[in-house]
């Protein structure tokens, strides 16, 4: 199969790479020219590029049998983006699909893409997903849990404060994936007939369960959870170097986690979980923090 990737060799990338170059024609969109070498190495055909570039997407996909298609390399994207940038970029994905007629499309999309455009961290994904389904491909759409990785955002706290904060309850259950759980659920997608919505989920562990897990990775017995109010929380994660727009955003995020409204529509079509569990996750955790080797 010809099979084009978006997302260069980021931590999804990588395991498509590795995994699909060696019995596939794979070709990788990349940003920036320094990972061409790397994504040739693993048996691929790298295109640099933009993803906001019809002309060069639709030049890229046209003849592919699959491709898959995630917001990676978006700058927009990579702080916040509006619901006229998701929209844009949603048409421009739909356009050149029905260009390039590719016959199967999988799509990273998110947990939270059901909801409506009162929840703009996730309408984007929302407006992708409709402007996908109007095509003529056959579309799986991967809707990922938290990502295990955006823990690492807390190293800051944890060194300053010895604690986690949020703004929901410790006892709250908190829904994780691993990027290496995420990938296999794509390649199946990719190479032959799948749901045309599923989530992807590792474990699912409490505020509490989470702590202790990180205190005893960490050797830090004293780390703690502490619920903070919208408005401190948002003060918080600004102050320890999130943009405020995207600062708000997580807000805006576990709030509705607080509500009940996140995770509805993942309970109502509850994955099985992946291998990945959070105490693996808390050993390699504790690995970045103290500057060793991850395994």
Do not use: C
């Amino acid at each position: 199969m010809k099979i084009i990737l978006t997302g260069s060799l980021g931590h999804i990338g990588r395991h498509l790479v590795t995994d699909l170059a060696p019995r596939h024609q794979v070709t990788v969109i990349t940003t920036t020219r320094t990972h061409v070498a790397a994504i040739e190495a693993l048996g691929a055909k790298a295109a640099v590029g933009q993803i906001q570039d019809q002309a060069f997407m639709t030049q890229t996909l046209t003849g592919a049998d699959a491709a898959f298609l995630m917001l990676a390399g978006n700058e927009a994207d990579a702080a916040v983006m509006t619901h006229a940038q998701g929209a844009k970029q949603a048409q421009l994905f739909a356009k050149v699909i029905s260009q390039a007629k590719v016959k199967r499309v999988v799509n990273l999309s998110s947990i939270g893409a059901d909801l409506g455009p009162d929840v703009p961290g996730f309408y984007r994904y929302h407006q992708i997903e409709a402007a996908l389904d109007q095509t003529a491909a056959q579309v799986s759409h991967i809707r990922p849990a938290y990502m295990y990785n955006d823990f690492f955002e807390l190293f800051t706290e944890i060194r300053r404060t010895h604690r986690i904060a949020a703004n929901f309850s410790a006892d709250e259950r908190q829904v994780f994936v691993a990027p290496e759980d995420v990938a296999p659920i794509i390649i199946t997608a990719l190479t032959q007939p799948t749901p045309h919505v599923q989530y992807v989920a590792s474990d699912e562990v409490t505020g509490t369960q989470a702590i202790a897990l990180l205190g005893a990775a960490l050797n830090m017995p004293d780390l703690t959870w502490q619920t903070l109010s919208d408005g401190d929380f948002l003060a918080r994660l600004v102050a320890n170097g999130v943009a405020p727009d995207l600062a708000a955003q997580q807000v805006q995020m576990w709030a509705l986690h607080r509500q009940g409204r996140l995770y509805r529509d993942y309970d109502r079509h509850h994955p099985q979980l992946q291998p990945t569990k959070f105490p693996h996750f808390a050993t390699n955790f504790a690995k970045y923090y103290f500057n060793e080797k991850l395994i």
